[in-house]
């Protein structure tokens, strides 16, 4: 789940916060370990940083380079960073529809943003409700119990882009795993990465993009040849495909 948004200038000027959990962020202290960490990316790497992992949480951030201003999202490391991303990029775009007057200002105040805590509460709220209707559901079951009847394919299941499983509790650790990977399609998406294939004990771990919110996951045999294995998946991801088509 998302903790936190924070909005800040890239001098560490705190201009808004919204809290989504009973955890206690100081956002002060937090808008400034930011714009240390953004000062310091620029100053090295002419980059800036895009997330952060920090024990159990992630911080995502949405900014451009030339752009004053720093979004961001305080989240379990579980989640998926794209689910969190795309909220990031409604937020930003609500915030230059509503708020281009005063952003043009030089000094900015938290004053300035009235109104954007619920905006923020809707955005976050519909990335939370974002989840495959009941309808799909069951069009999604029924293609991955006969996928599952292979006798090549130990597991599968699909994950939408918020990094929930559609059919069963996952070990945690191997859900973390999946959603590493999973985040890997953002990070390289102009490289169009569509497919990722790992080892996992001894096995192969196969992630197959259906689309930008749903990831189909296959765990196989260890002896199967990976071109078998391939041409098994692109076919379940057909069916899957034709549906939200």
């Known amino acids: 789940?998302?903790?936190?948004?924070?909005?800040?200038?890239?001098?560490?000027?705190?201009?808004?916060?919204?809290?989504?959990?009973?955890?206690?962020?100081?956002?002060?202290?937090?808008?400034?370990?930011i714009s240390a960490l953004f000062n310091?990316?620029?100053?090295?790497?002419?980059?800036?940083?895009?997330?952060?992992?920090?024990?159990?949480?992630?911080?995502?951030?949405?900014?451009e380079k030339n752009d004053d201003l720093i979004i961001c999202a305080i989240f379990d490391k579980i989640d998926s960073i794209i689910n969190v991303r795309q909220n990031l990029i409604n937020l930003k775009e609500r915030l230059l529809e509503n708020y281009s007057e005063k952003l043009k200002n030089e000094i900015l105040y938290e004053d300035d943003f009235s109104g954007m805590g619920q905006i923020t509460d809707e955005i976050v709220s519909s990335g939370v409700n974002s989840d495959i209707s009941e309808g799909l559901r069951k069009r999604y079951v029924e293609i991955l119990e006969?996928?599952?009847?292979?006798?090549?394919?130990?597991?599968?299941?699909?994950?939408?882009?918020?990094?929930?499983?559609?059919?069963?509790?996952?070990?945690?650790d191997f859900l973390e795993l999946c959603l590493r990977q999973i985040d890997a399609f953002w990070k390289v998406s102009k490289y169009m990465l569509d497919q990722i294939i790992i080892s996992y004990q001894q096995r192969h771990l196969i992630l197959y993009k259906i689309n930008e919110n749903l990831v189909l996951s296959s765990l196989i045999r260890r002896n199967t040849p990976l071109g078998l294995a391939t041409l098994l998946i692109e076919d379940v991801a057909n069916k899957l495909m034709k549906i939200n088509n």
Not at 2 to 21: C, V
Not at 157 to 163: A, C, R, T, V, Y
Not at 164 to 172: C, D, Y
Request: proline letters at 2%; a negative charge.
């Open 146 to 172: 006969d996928f599952r009847a292979n006798s090549e394919i130990l597991d599968c299941d699909l994950i939408s882009g918020s990094g929930v499983p559609l059919q069963k509790e996952w070990n945690k």
């Open 1 to 33: 789940m998302i903790h936190n948004i924070l909005i800040l200038k890239r001098s560490g000027e705190k201009l808004f916060n919204r809290s989504y959990s009973e955890i206690a962020w100081n956002e002060i202290l937090t808008s400034g370990f």
């Open 40 to 63: 310091f990316t620029q100053e090295l790497f002419s980059a800036d940083i895009q997330d952060l992992e920090l024990g159990p949480y992630k911080l995502l951030f949405e900014s």
